[in-house]
């Protein structure tokens, strides 16, 4: 059974910094492509950063330079390092899994954690 597990949302004021965890089990995590995704309320979910099994990333033009996506695959992780945090970055933040090499934010993604609340106040 394919379990994901976000953890290290919050409320942090604007220029702070948060991580985001996702802890996944139920297939071989290493292989791949790995994303983090957002929605703010009343917004469309929208794609922020991903990882392929390659560990090259992508990003969204928002949150380049401020953000840092990351994987270990020994401990079947996936992270999202958000520094110099926005209240437009203010959202629920979903890790996602697909399988295979192809890797990008504007594919589907197979598998969705249940989301975590991340909250910045100018």
């Known amino acids: 059974q394919v379990q994901m597990v976000e953890s290290g949302g919050g409320s942090v004021q604007a220029g702070g910094s948060l991580r985001l965890a996702c802890a996944a089990s139920g297939y071989t995590y290493s292989t791949y492509c790995m994303g983090w995704f957002r929605q703010a309320a009343g917004e469309e979910r929208e794609g922020v950063a991903a990882i392929a099994s390659n560990r090259s990333t992508y990003y969204t033009d928002s949150v380049k330079g401020r953000f840092t996506i990351s994987r270990d695959n020994a401990k079947n992780t996936l992270y999202l390092q958000m520094n110099n945090l926005k209240p437009d970055d203010t959202a629920v933040y979903y890790c996602?899994?697909?399988?295979?090499?192809?890797?990008?934010?504007?594919?589907?993604?197979?598998?969705w954690g249940q989301g975590t609340q991340v909250t910045v106040s100018s």
């Open positions: 996602a899994a697909r399988p295979g090499t192809v890797c990008s934010m504007k594919i589907d993604f197979t598998y």
